[in-house]
């Protein structure tokens, strides 16, 4: 109790943060980990309880978009930080923590998630989705970067909103961004751990919040998916991904709400934006004869 009354903007008090729980799931025999916070909204239940056991290769819990991403929520808890002046009872900020697993319904034939540079095309097609996309008006990749692991490739990025053309700006302007740390799951799967921003998180106190999980992600690979980790590391032996990048320089839509009540979709494109990246195959493979 201490702790929080005595919290500051700066330094907010956080419950659990020292203490988180430890999460694990299978899915489809492969083991993710990491340590989270308990859900302490009190408003507000926990949206998805974390699941043990999840099945890739079924339909089942997958929701579909337009026939470029299916996703299926695995976690999702908020985590609401507390600080003066907004008293002991009234959050300044909420850092959402979402566990996603998305199939990859746009990949091209002969592409494998499993190839980094391949997995880099998929990574920029999602970010697009929340930019020019999806007319979220957000930018980046920001602060791209590459965890350290032994197997597959994690990247941590944030998105942030695009602020061209704003000329009075809030503190929400530049609290409300996420973060996301992404890994191939399978050949048309990945695993996206979500950190969204809510209210006024302080940037520097969301980011720590954000590493310390990070820092505990684990995920143990089926024998199979490194059966053919290794395959795919044979088949494109000089495939990488790059360990960094550059916000891009999508142009945003202009758009506006739609009347449904008239049969209008919810979104009206009145300019379009930058389109989705396309994606490239260039067969590097030690298979050509």
Same mark, same amino acid.
């Given at each position: 109790?201490?702790?929080?009354?005595? =919290?500051?903007?700066?330094?907010?008090?956080? =419950?659990? #943060?020292?203490?988180?729980?430890?999460?694990?799931?299978?899915?489809?025999?492969?083991?993710?980990?990491?340590?989270?916070? @308990?859900?302490?909204?009190?408003?507000?239940?926990?949206?998805?309880?974390? #699941?043990?056991?999840?099945?890739? /290769?079924?339909?089942?819990?997958?929701?579909?978009?337009?026939?470029?991403?299916?996703?299926?929520?695995?976690?999702?808890?908020?985590?609401?930080? !507390? @600080?003066?002046?907004?008293?002991?009872?009234?959050?300044?900020?909420?850092?959402?923590?979402?566990?996603?697993?998305?199939?990859?319904?746009?990949?091209? *034939?002969?592409?494998? &998630?499993?190839?980094?540079? %391949?997995?880099?095309?998929?990574?920029?097609?999602?970010? %697009?989705?929340?930019?020019?996309?999806? &007319?979220?008006?957000?930018?980046?990749?920001? =602060?791209?970067?590459?965890?350290? +692991?032994? %197997?597959?490739?994690?990247?941590? !990025?944030?998105?942030?909103?695009?602020?061209?053309?704003? $000329?009075?700006?809030?503190?929400?302007?530049? $609290?409300? /961004?996420?973060? /996301?740390?992404?890994?191939?799951?399978?050949?048309? !799967?990945?695993?996206?751990?979500?950190?969204?921003?809510?209210?006024?998180?302080?940037?520097?106190?969301?980011?720590?919040?954000?590493?310390?999980?990070?820092?505990?992600?684990?995920?143990? #690979?089926?024998?199979?998916?490194?059966?053919?980790?290794?395959? =795919?590391?044979?088949?494109?032996?000089?495939?990488?991904?790059? *360990? /960094?990048?550059?916000?891009?320089?999508?142009?945003?839509?202009?758009?506006?709400?739609?009347?449904?009540? *008239?049969?209008?979709? %919810?979104?009206?494109?009145?300019?379009?934006?930058?389109? @989705?990246? *396309?994606?490239?195959?260039?067969?590097?493979?030690? +298979?050509?004869?």
């Amino acid at each position: 109790m201490l702790n929080r009354l005595f =919290a500051s903007r700066k330094r907010p008090f956080l =419950a659990g #943060l020292n203490k988180p729980q430890h999460i694990e799931m299978d899915i489809s025999g492969s083991k993710l980990e990491l340590d989270v916070p @308990a859900h302490n909204d009190a408003s507000l239940p926990e949206q998805q309880a974390p #699941l043990s056991h999840f099945n890739l /290769y079924t339909t089942e819990g997958f929701d579909p978009d337009d026939g470029t991403f299916s996703t299926a929520l695995l976690m999702g808890r908020d985590l609401d930080l !507390y @600080a003066a002046p907004f008293g002991l009872s009234s959050s300044m900020g909420t850092i959402s923590v979402k566990v996603a697993i998305d199939r990859v319904d746009c990949l091209p *034939e002969g592409m494998t &998630c499993l190839n980094p540079e %391949h997995f880099e095309q998929v990574v920029m097609r999602f970010i %697009h989705r929340l930019g020019p996309g999806g &007319c979220k008006g957000r930018i980046g990749p920001r =602060a791209w970067r590459l965890l350290p +692991t032994d %197997h597959l490739p994690w990247v941590v !990025y944030e998105m942030h909103r695009d602020l061209t053309g704003v $000329t009075e700006f809030t503190s929400h302007d530049f $609290t409300r /961004y996420s973060s /996301y740390a992404v890994t191939p799951l399978d050949d048309r !799967y990945i695993l996206r751990i979500m950190f969204l921003n809510l209210g006024s998180p302080p940037v520097e106190f969301s980011r720590r919040v954000r590493d310390q999980i990070c820092r505990s992600l684990k995920l143990t #690979l089926s024998a199979d998916l490194t059966r053919r980790i290794a395959e =795919a590391k044979n088949k494109w032996p000089d495939a990488k991904i790059s *360990e /960094y990048r550059e916000p891009e320089q999508w142009i945003q839509p202009k758009w506006r709400n739609g009347r449904t009540s *008239e049969g209008e979709p %919810h979104i009206v494109i009145l300019e379009a934006g930058s389109p @989705a990246p *396309e994606f490239k195959f260039e067969d590097k493979s030690n +298979t050509r004869k």
